[in-house]
C-alpha cells in the first residue's frame, strides 16, 4: 500500500498569505489528523476529520482550517499567514478501531517571510 | 486540558548506554502510543500500549504503561548509533473528545 502522501513539500509564504495544504491518506483509512511540528513546541494537534466531518479540534486560532473529501483526502488552510506558522505540517492518517496507530506522511516544510 | 509531559528533553549517552524516557499524563489515558522520528523524517509508529501496567518488549526496547494508566516509560537498553532520534510518547483521552495528545519528545543522541 502507498503511504500518507504531502504535497507540497515546501512552501515559501509572505506575511498575510493564505496557504493550502494537501494530505491523501493511506487507502482505506478514513481518519485524517494534521499536526503542527516546531523545535519549541513539538507537535501540537490541528484537528482530526472523519467522514468528511471535524472530531476533534487543537488550540489554534480561526485562521487555521482544515476539511476532508469523500475519497478521505484532506487540506488544510492557513489565512492571514504570520512569521510564527512557519513550521513542519504532519498529516496523520489511521484505520478506526482498537488499533490506534497513526501513519504520518513526510510533511510539509512551511516558512513565511 | 489534558496534558502530556515527557522528560528529558535531552539524552547524551555513549553507545552501549541504557536509555530511559518518562511521560506523565494530567488525566486517565485510553491508551498511550511511543513513536520515534528520525532527524528530517516524520515520526513512525513504535507500539500501542492499552492494559495498566502493561509491559511489552521489542528487542532492546521495553515499554510500560503505569497501574493508573497516567504514565509510561521507553527503556532502551544498550543503545547503538541506529537509535538516535527523537522519541514522542502520546496518550489518547477517555473523555469524549478521544484526543490523542503528543509529549513534547525526548531526543536521543548516542556517541559511537
Known amino acids: 500500500k502507498a503511504g500518507v502522501t504531502q504535497t507540497p513539500r515546501y512552501l515559501i509564504k509572505t506575511r498575510g498569505q493564505q496557504v493550502t495544504l494537501s494530505c491523501s491518506p493511506i487507502s482505506g483509512h478514513r481518519s485524517v489528523s494534521w499536526y503542527q511540528q516546531t523545535p519549541g513546541q513539538g507537535l501540537q494537534f490541528l484537528f482530526e476529520y472523519f467522514s468528511e466531518t471535524q472530531r476533534n479540534k487543537g488550540n489554534f486560532p480561526g485562521r487555521f482550517s482544515g476539511r476532508q473529501f469523500s475519497n478521505s483526502r484532506s487540506e488544510m488552510n492557513v489565512s492571514t499567514l504570520e512569521l510564527g506558522d512557519s513550521a513542519l505540517y504532519l498529516c496523520a492518517s489511521r484505520l478506526t478501531g482498537d488499533r490506534d496507530e497513526q501513519f504520518f506522511g513526510p510533511g510539509t516544510r512551511l516558512t513565511v517571510l | 486540558g489534558q496534558q502530556v509531559m515527557q522528560i528529558p528533553q535531552y539524552q547524551h549517552v555513549q553507545e552501549g548506554e541504557d536509555f530511559t524516557t518518562y511521560c506523565n499524563s494530567s488525566?486517565?489515558?485510553?491508551?498511550i502510543q511511543w513513536y520515534k522520528q528520525r532527524p528530517g523524517g516524520h515520526p513512525v509508529f513504535l507500539i500501542q500500549?492499552?492494559?495498566?501496567?502493561e509491559v511489552k518488549k521489542q528487542k532492546r526496547l521495553t515499554f510500560q504503561f503505569g497501574e493508573a494508566k497516567k504514565n509510561s516509560s521507553l527503556h532502551i537498553t544498550a543503545t547503538q548509533t541506529t537509535d538516535v532520534g527523537t522519541y514522542f510518547c502520546a496518550g489518547r483521552s477517555m473523555d469524549s473528545s478521544y484526543k490523542l495528545i503528543f509529549g513534547s519528545g525526548t531526543r536521543l543522541l548516542v556517541r559511537p
Open positions: 488525566t486517565t489515558l485510553s491508551n
Open positions: 500500549l492499552v492494559k495498566s501496567g
